[in-house]
């Protein structure tokens, strides 16, 4: 069940700071929504118009797995003085004892245990605003059978504020400041022949539901999917010209090799000086999935199989030091007497066999003269 909502702020302001919901129930836009249901051959989409401002687009494709869910939200009226942040929530059958699961800047997805922290007791103040979290990939719950999972095509806040349920804020738009800085309301306008209307936010956000350890391969290969989608290019060619560049002739890398399933390039840059930036990214974090949370390796002499690698040099993320010039700093914690396993990491590359190991969410970055 997928429900469109509105918190309406009425009191303690909201801001570009701050979160204040006005109680713990948001306001149901509308209870009955008419259903618009088209069918094709390859895909089956469900329109509904929640509201003038609030429209939804659901797709589900025979070739897919998951659904694919197309918002548009805005301009938010404000003629009623009240200020209001719209979210989606989608509610299952599931016992989710409090706990739902976030991404940590679109890499390691990190447990949320509902009103509380592992690090001190914490007194419950607000009970919505203090369980949201910021969502650049996505975010999922589980009950012990079954994974329930949503990906997001850009950053929301997110949260689980009842067990079974996902809730996503697409849109805010505030009238009074909230004292934190700022000095104006969190009321972005668009203004064309002197008419100014609010921002309207589109999206997209892909919902899918796995069993219990199969969750995590869809969300990471969908996520690399809606984070780095093929693009398209146009250019003004005549028939006879394009024609000839129709069909891919050469590769750089080997015919016969490609990527291990749990690596992406995330950077493969030409620098000024001649030589060029490679990024290479495990994208499994540690007990994730039980076939893809292992070490994988890259051969490079195949990634680059029409180059001579001439030199390899292993940098730090920034690629602005050398790694073998950098330094570990060793942290003292007082009263800490767990020591946590170190995590599984690549060894150096060896510059004959030019094989790269990556461990579990390791990034290695390299600069190479070809």
Known sequence: MVQIMVMARIHRASGAYIFR???STPTVVSRSVPLKVIRGPLVDEVHQQFSPWIYQVTRLYKDKEHAEVEYTIGPIPVNDGIG???????????????????DSNGRDFLKRV???REDWDLQVTQPVAGNYYPVNLGMYVTDGKYELSVLVDRAVGASSIQDGQIEMMFHRRILYDDGRGVGEPLDETVCVDSKCD?????GTYYVNVNKLGHGAHWRRTQGQKVYSPFLLGFAHEDESSWKSYSVVKASMMDANYSLPDNVAIITLQSLDDGTALLRLAHLFQAAEDPQYSVMAKVELKKLFGKRTIKELTETNL????????????????????????????GRPVDNQALVVELGPMEIRTFLLKL
């Open 114 to 116: 509902r009103d509380y």
């Open 198 to 202: 609010g921002l309207v936010a589109r």
């Open 21 to 23: 919901p006005d109680g």
């Open 84 to 102: 209001k942040e719209v979210i989606t929530r989608l509610t299952a059958n599931m016992v989710t004892n409090h706990t739902f699961y976030t």
């Open 318 to 345: 920034s690629a602005n030091q050398k790694k073998s010039a950098m330094r570990k700093l060793k942290w003292r914690v007082v009263g800490d007497t767990e020591s946590s396993p170190a995590p599984i990491t």
